[in-house]
């Protein structure tokens, strides 16, 4: 429930307007507009893979631990853990976006991208992002190697179990059970990966483009 209310959010952040555009001949935001878009982007898109890692344990519980789960995976605990995702990838993203847009902009303020996505601006300032750069870095790495590391211990734990099944129709029902959520990990995070973790360049790309596309309008739709 959480993640299907978190990718309308995601979604709704930036589509709407790319829509309006793609119709429009005057692509415009205000700065105020680009900072509000950008925070939530970067917040729900945050939050995504801090769920996707909450929902591999619980799947994991599911499995390996049936006659335990709902001692373990309590009603109490999920809203905390979900609650804890939403509200530190807010905070985190507020930061991020306020020392982004207090960089100063001074050449074209063209952003070469559908949305105000965050490197796509920082490309614009003609001051010295590194400080913005190092945040990023820093929760690049807390949110992407470091969940789908859980999530990979998560699955692998879950195929020994499974393994174990002596019946086919028992392997499949758990198979089943995991393999939207793994087609939705393996897409995500591999092109959120690809583009926050790989080397800068000043030139934007069109592989940009594509990859955003992927992880915000592909996987939720999904």
Not at 12 to 26: C, G
Not at 74 to 86: E, F, I, M
Not at 151 to 160: E, P, T, V
Request: with cysteine; hydrophobic share 50%; proline share 4%.
């Amino acid at each position: 429930g959480n993640l299907s209310t978190l990718d309308i959010c995601y979604t709704s952040t930036f589509v709407p307007l790319m829509l309006v555009h793609l119709l429009s001949s005057r692509k415009t935001i205000s700065f105020t507009g680009c900072a509000i878009q950008m925070c939530l982007s970067l917040s729900t898109g945050s939050t995504e893979c801090l769920l996707l890692a909450i929902m591999a344990q619980d799947r994991y519980l599911a499995i390996c631990q049936p006659l335990r789960y709902r001692m373990l995976m309590s009603h109490r605990l999920c809203v905390l853990l979900a609650g804890a995702a939403w509200v530190l990838c807010l905070l985190k993203s507020v930061t991020e976006t306020v020392i982004a847009m207090r960089l100063p902009f001074c050449g074209h303020h063209v952003v070469s991208h559908f949305t105000c996505e965050i490197l796509a601006v920082l490309k614009l300032a003609c001051g010295n992002t590194s400080v913005s750069e190092a945040f990023l870095l820093a929760g690049s790495i807390l949110l992407l190697p470091v969940p789908l590391a859980f999530i990979c211990l998560s699955y692998l734990l879950i195929l020994a179990t499974i393994l174990r099944v002596p019946s086919a129709a028992g392997r499949h029902k758990a198979f089943s059970t995991c393999s939207a959520h793994l087609a939705v990990v393996l897409l995500f995070y591999g092109t959120i990966i690809f583009k926050y973790m790989k080397p800068k360049s000043k030139e934007a790309h069109v592989s940009d483009e594509v990859f955003t596309v992927l992880y915000a309008m592909v996987t939720p739709m999904l």
